[in-house]
C-alpha cells in the first residue's frame, strides 16, 4: 500500500491540527495503521495506531487525551486529531501501515511509509 500523509503546519502551543494519510491499493482496509513521529535530534517514536477494523487504538503515554486516531476504510484515509499541542509535540509526522498481528509499536515492523508532515508548535 502507498501512502501519502498531509495536514502538518505551524501551529501556536494549545492549539489543534488534523493529519492525514490517504492510502492507495485493495488492501488498505486490511492493514493496521499508525502515526509516527521524529523530533529534531531524536529517534523515531511511536505516536498512535489503530487496527484494520478500527475498533482497537493505542497511544502513546505523552498524547493520551490530546491525540486521537481514527480511520475511514471506504476513502482509504487514517486521520490524527491533534489537541492542546505542546512545542514538544514539534516533528516531523509519519503514517505507516502493516499486516499482521495487532499491537506492535515498533517501527521496524511496519512495512509501507509516508513522506512525512512537519508540524511545528510556538510557544
Known amino acids: 500500500v502507498q501512502l501519502q500523509a498531509c495536514g502538518g503546519g505551524l501551529v501556536q502551543a494549545g492549539g489543534s491540527l488534523r493529519l492525514s494519510c490517504e492510502g492507495s491499493?485493495?488492501?488498505?482496509?486490511?492493514?493496521?495503521m499508525a502515526w509516527f513521529r521524529r523530533a529534531p535530534g531524536k529517534e523515531r517514536e511511536f505516536v498512535a495506531s489503530?487496527?484494520?477494523?478500527?475498533?482497537?487504538?493505542e497511544y502513546a503515554e505523552s498524547v493520551k487525551v490530546r491525540f486521537t486516531i481514527s480511520r475511514d476504510n471506504a476513502e482509504k484515509t487514517v486521520f490524527l486529531q491533534m489537541n492542546s499541542l505542546k512545542p514538544e509535540d514539534t516533528a516531523v509526522y509519519y503514517c505507516?501501515?502493516?499486516?499482521?498481528?495487532?499491537?506492535?509499536?515498533?517501527?521496524?515492523?511496519?512495512?509501507?511509509w509516508g513522506q512525512g508532515t512537519q508540524v511545528t508548535v510556538s510557544s
Open positions: 505507516a501501515a502493516r499486516l499482521g498481528h495487532w499491537g506492535t509499536k515498533n517501527a521496524a515492523d511496519f512495512d509501507s
Open positions: 489503530i487496527n484494520w477494523s478500527g475498533a482497537l487504538t
Open positions: 491499493g485493495r488492501t488498505f482496509s486490511l492493514h493496521h
